[in-house]
Structure formats: structure tokens, C-alpha cells
């Protein structure tokens, strides 16, 4: 018997049988979307989670401060940096070459005058004199970073984009900035396209009895509104902009009168290859000799809980998938005995035993197939309205909504699984079918 | 005999494939970026230049020099205000000009000799200092924007007038006609040239008209 001529026996049984295969086909189905919608949920859970215990950056982060480590803390995540150390080029190259290390972002921070945007954004909703206070120039860091790589850093945009890398025309800002126009997060796109002045100052002692301060100033556009933990500050920039604004404020006299950082970078912020090896990078970092921080700690924690979460979930989708195989053993079994006269008959004629068995596993893997199929597809779809109904619950309450991507490996891995479990159950039944003598077949007839 | 082979060569292809993925870069690298250009304005000038007279909140946003560069300048472009409360020219020369050099400015805004006219100090000294800032100014290849003195009531500004018009033609600077402006002065301050927020629109109209008039040379 040919493969062929398998397959067309078997489509012909489960033809034959419609009724029966439908409600097998459905059994596998549902116990597929179970499993499915369970694993969907519970990883867009986990990314969640864990986005918001390493704030929006990459799980292997680790915060490298301009500062020296204090030898008593090496051991807890978020250490008290010990004397201010100043982190050079040469620092830089030194710590992207420690083994374990993928990438390493510096950030510069800068004090400047923020000149808000002269067309008042909030006369709306606030007071004419609220709006006078709102258009008050004031005093903020500017966070410069390397927005080329922004991906490996603790910045999560919550309206709008970021700015370009090189763009010496666009900041984001944070919700604290938002919040001094007397807009909610929830109205945060608000801010999305107005323009401030940064003014970067200058003390130059030799003019006046006092000295002369003079700003440089820069405009900007508000392309975005972020949540950022790079570093302290609300206006967040690319670190080309910070770099000539902390050259023109440290050419001037006393620069540590305005804040001005000594240190060429004021922070770095490293990605090892994996949580596996931020220990031993953030150790390798300490030597050269810098104060290290990161929830390394607390993620290994989080994601252990997250673990056994995944486990149980997954069980009870596996247990419903188990439930399902026992029910296609069950009408492959009933099947044989409905099919003995016909098993006979092939026998009869030449067919094999292995003939025989591939005819019934192939009728099983169909099954399972068709139900893994139409189980994952269901699956996704359950898991998609319980993130739509969760999002909008995290947007009622200002929250950032959970990402939900189309997730191709559990979809792939429902249908195989539910595939090979269906030919694993019906392993029993095609083995009891081959097993048959021809003669005992036509002859219980 | 032939199948064997070749699931050695696919398993081993697998396994280089599988190596070559998981070892970790030995090194973390960065790209560099295009970084955006810029152009710079500075301005130059005395107290008025410096926002006096207007309420210090809004003086960032209100006086001449923020409206001019608000105003006239696309958003690549630098402010420097060089000003300096109560400074002559002579003072300018010491003080801002060396300012202007460091910056190596695409435009040069000067607002100069309100202390000379309100103080009646001598044309030909100021023609003397008011000439070497321009020619320091223009020496960078700046374009040179020089405003001459509004009318102010009891001031005869006539004799700094001529001098800034005859330095603006011979050092090439475009001429900013403030005088035919009629410009609103806050009253009782210690200086008599300090524009309302008012008058400082009417001074930043003035340096926008003139920088879109084309450059004597």
C-alpha cells in the first residue's frame, strides 16, 4: 500500500465518520485554545512584568555611575556609590571590552533653563494664572543619551517618538514635565509637538563685579513623551545635543557653581549578554573601578515566580490536551472495532500490518492536526480580546497597556504538539488494528 | 551508505550555525551618527538687549533678542546673547566681542551706544569703538545686522546716528533703521532706552526686515 493510498483511506474514514471526527476535531480544539490563550496571556504577562521591574530597559541592564564602588555594597542591586569618579573615553573603551558585555551607552546630564513654549498649552483647563506660572522659565537636567541605541536603554515612550540620534532639534520629555502644564498622562500627546528653549549656562567671571552668566540656547521640538531611567532629569535628548551643551557650560569659570558634571560621561548604561552574566560583568566593571547597579536580584526573583505561573498554566492546558488525546484513543478504538470486516478485507488482499497501522496513525495525526489548527487559531484570538479588555482597564487607570504580538512559536508549537500527541494516541488503537489476524477479522462478521 | 553523510554534513552545519549564534560578541561596538547642523546668532548689545526693564519671568521670552530668534531663524540655530547690562561700546569691545570670535557666528545682531547717547559721550571715540566691533565681527564672516538709536524724548541721538550709518557702509553691516521706528519706552528707569514688551516687537520686526534684506556685500 502506497502513502497515497493511506491518506485516501483515512480522509475516507474520517469522511465517513463526520460527526465523530467533528466533535474530536473540537475536543483537541478546545483543549489547543486552552493552552494557547494560557501561554499567549501568560508571556505578554511576563513581558510586562518584567519591563516594568527593569523600567522599560533590557532585563541584563546595568547603571554605571560616575562614581567610585563602595567595597561594603557590592552585593545588593542598587548600591550607594562611593567617591565621584569620573568616567572618560578611555574608562568607556575599557568597559565595552569586558567579556559578557553587549553594549555600552553613555549618558551625559546637564543643568539648563527651560524656556516652555510661549503659546500656553494649558489655558483650557487651568487658570489664566496658573497658565502665567506654567510659561515660567525653570530649571531642569537635560539627559543626553546615545539614541542610536535606544533599545538598550530604561526608556519606555509613552506618546509620540523619540528623538532622532544627531538631531540637535528634538527632545522627549518626561511626565514630570507634563505635569507642570497641569496635564495628566492621559493628555500627555498634548505636549507632543510644541517647542522649548534650553538655555546651557555659562559663567564668565571676568565681566562685572559678580561675573556675567550667559546662556546657549537651543530650540526644540517635542517629539515625544517618555518614561525614562537613564538618569535623573526631565527633558531627555540625543547626547550630541548634552555634549555641546556641557562643552559650552565647562568652558566657562567655576562650571560647578551650575551643577555642570566634572565627568566627560555622567553615566553609562551596559547591556551584558544575558541575566546570566550581569553578575560577573557588573564585578569585571567594579575592578576597573566603577559604583554598578542593577535589579539583577529582583528579576532573577520575578522571573522564578513568573516560572511556576507559566508551569501551572501550562499544565492546565496540558491536561486539557491529555483529556482530548484520551478521547481520540477512544474513537480510533471504537473505530477498529467498527472497522474489523474492513481491516480483514485489506489483509486479505496484501495489505501489511504496517500498512494498516499507517492508515489509522494517519487518521489520529489528522485529527489532532485539524484541531491544533483550528485550537491555536481560537486560542490567539481569546488571548487578543483578554488583552484588548486588560488594555483598556490599564488605560482607564493611566497605566501603559500590555505589547501583543503575533506569537508564531506557541501557535507553531499548539498545532505540532497537538499533532504528535493525537499520533501518540493513536498509537494503541493502529497498533491493535495492525495487530489483527485477517482470518479472526472477517470472521467475527 | 548515502543518506548517513549527509545528515553528518546537515547536523554539523546545525551545530556551527547554533555556535555561531550563541557566542557573545567579544566586544560591544557603537555607530556613529550624523550629527545636524546648526547655525549661530549672537547678539550684541546693552541693557535692553539684556531684557531690562521687563518682568523677569517673562524676560526669556519677551525681549528683542528671543523674539528675533524666534521669529527669523529656523530651529537649527544657536542663541549666544553677549549682552551685558550698561555697557558701552568701548566696554563691548572687551567684553562681547571676544564672545562673537569663540562662537565663529553664521549672523551678527548689534544694538550698540544707547550709553553713549544717554551719557553724551564723545561721537568720535564711539565711531572709534563702535568700528573695531564691527570689524572683529564681520572678521569671523559673519553677516553684521547694526541697529542705529530710536528717538528718545531729550536724547539727540542725530551725531551717533550719522556714526553708526557711515560704520555699517564701510564695514559692509546692513543697517537696522531703528530710528525711523516709533519704539515705546518703559518709563522712570535708569536708562531711557528700555522698550516696553511692546517696543521689543517692534525692534525684533526691525532685525527681521533687515536680515531679509539683501547683504550689501
Not at chain 1, 550607594?80 to 573603551?93: F, K, Q, V, W
Request: hydrophobic share 45%; net charge positive.
Amino acid at each position: 500500500m502506497t502513502w497515497r493510498d493511506a491518506i485516501v483511506m483515512a480522509g475516507r474514514s474520517v469522511r465517513r465518520r463526520a460527526g465523530r471526527a467533528l466533535l474530536t476535531v473540537l475536543a483537541v480544539a478546545l483543549a489547543a485554545t486552552l493552552l494557547t490563550s494560557l501561554l499567549i496571556a501568560s508571556g505578554a504577562a511576563r513581558r510586562r512584568v518584567l519591563d516594568q521591574v527593569s523600567e522599560g530597559g533590557p532585563l541584563a541592564g546595568i547603571q554605571v555611575a560616575a562614581a567610585a564602588p563602595d567595597p561594603g555594597a557590592l552585593d545588593t542591586d542598587q548600591p550607594s556609590p562611593g567617591a565621584p569618579r569620573a568616567i572618560d573615553d578611555n574608562a568607556l573603551a575599557r568597559i565595552e571590552r569586558v567579556p559578557g558585555v553587549k553594549s555600552v551607552v553613555p549618558v551625559i546630564v546637564d543643568p539648563v533653563r527651560v524656556v516652555p513654549p510661549t503659546n500656553p498649552i494649558v489655558k483650557a483647563t487651568t487658570s489664566d494664572a496658573d497658565n502665567e506660572g506654567a510659561r515660567a522659565p525653570f530649571s531642569e537636567n537635560l539627559v543626553g543619551a546615545d539614541l542610536s541605541h535606544a533599545n538598550d536603554l530604561p526608556i519606555t515612550v509613552l506618546s509620540g517618538r523619540l528623538p532622532r540620534a544627531g538631531s540637535l532639534t528634538e527632545v522627549a520629555v518626561t511626565l514630570g514635565y507634563v505635569r507642570r502644564f497641569g496635564l495628566n498622562r492621559s493628555q500627555a500627546a498634548r505636549i507632543v509637538g510644541t517647542e522649548i528653549v534650553l538655555g546651557a549656562p555659562r559663567l564668565f567671571g571676568a565681566i562685572g563685579p559678580q561675573g556675567q552668566i550667559r546662556g546657549r540656547w537651543t530650540r526644540a521640538a517635542v517629539v515625544g513623551v517618555v518614561a525614562q531611567q537613564a538618569a535623573n532629569g526631565e527633558i531627555l535628548a540625543p547626547i550630541e545635543q548634552a555634549r555641546l551643551a556641557q562643552d559650552w557650560s565647562r568652558r566657562g569659570d567655576n562650571p560647578a557653581q551650575f551643577g555642570v558634571d566634572p565627568s566627560p560621561y555622567s553615566a553609562l548604561f551596559v547591556v551584558a549578554n544575558g541575566l546570566g552574566r550581569v553578575t560577573e560583568v557588573r564585578a569585571a566593571i567594579n575592578r576597573i573601578g566603577y559604583s554598578t547597579s542593577a535589579p539583577e536580584t529582583l528579576i532573577e526573583s520575578v522571573q522564578r515566580y513568573l516560572h511556576v505561573v507559566e508551569i501551572v498554566l501550562g499544565g492546565i492546558g496540558l491536561i486539557g490536551l491529555l483529556i482530548a488525546a484520551l478521547g481520540i484513543t477512544n474513537a480510533m478504538l471504537a473505530a477498529v472495532r467498527e472497522r474489523r470486516r474492513e481491516i480483514g478485507v485489506l489483509k486479505a488482499i496484501g495489505a501489511r500490518d504496517r500498512d494498516v497501522r499507517r492508515v489509522f496513525l494517519l487518521e489520529a495525526g489528522t485529527l489532532g492536526f485539524a484541531g491544533g489548527l483550528v485550537g491555536s487559531v481560537f486560542g490567539y484570538m481569546l488571548a487578543r480580546a483578554l488583552a484588548s479588555v486588560v488594555n483598556r482597564y490599564l488605560a482607564q487607570e493611566h497605566l501603559q497597556g500590555v505589547a501583543f504580538g503575533v506569537p508564531v512559536a506557541v501557535l507553531s508549537a499548539a498545532v505540532v504538539g497537538a499533532t504528535l500527541l493525537a499520533l501518540i494516541a493513536g498509537t494503541l488503537p493502529a497498533q491493535r488494528a495492525a495487530g489483527l489476524p485477517a482470518r479472526q477479522a472477517m470472521g467475527d462478521r | 551508505m548515502t543518506r548517513r553523510p549527509r545528515v553528518l554534513v546537515a547536523a554539523l552545519a546545525l551545530a556551527a550555525v547554533g555556535c555561531a549564534g550563541g557566542s557573545a560578541p567579544s566586544r560591544a561596538t557603537r555607530v556613529t551618527v550624523p550629527v545636524e547642523k546648526t547655525k549661530t546668532l549672537v547678539v550684541m548689545g546693552t541693557s535692553a538687549t539684556v531684557g531690562d526693564g521687563l518682568d523677569q519671568q517673562l524676560k526669556l521670552q519677551d525681549a528683542w533678542p528671543r523674539i528675533f530668534y524666534r521669529n527669523a531663524f529656523p530651529r537649527a540655530t544657536v542663541l549666544l546673547n553677549a549682552g551685558v547690562q550698561d555697557e558701552s561700546t568701548e566696554d563691548a569691545l572687551r567684553d562681547q566681542v571676544p564672545l562673537v570670535e569663540e562662537a565663529s557666528p553664521s549672523i551678527v545682531a548689534i544694538w550698540l551706544g544707547a550709553v553713549e547717547a544717554s551719557e553724551q559721550r564723545p561721537v568720535t571715540q564711539f565711531a572709534a569703538d563702535l568700528n573695531g566691533v564691527v570689524r572683529r565681527a564681520r572678521a569671523t564672516g559673519a553677516r553684521v545686522l547694526l541697529a542705529d538709536l530710536p528717538p528718545v524724548a531729550g536724547i539727540d541721538i542725530g551725531a551717533y546716528n550719522r556714526v553708526i550709518a557711515r560704520v555699517a557702509a564701510d564695514q559692509g553691516a546692513t543697517l537696522v533703521p531703528l530710528h525711523a521706528q516709533t519704539i515705546s519706552m518703559l518709563p522712570g528707569q535708569a536708562s531711557a532706552f528700555l522698550p516696553d514688551p511692546a517696543g521689543h516687537r517692534v525692534i525684533a520686526r526691525a532685525f527681521e526686515d533687515a536680515l531679509h534684506r539683501r547683504p550689501t556685500n
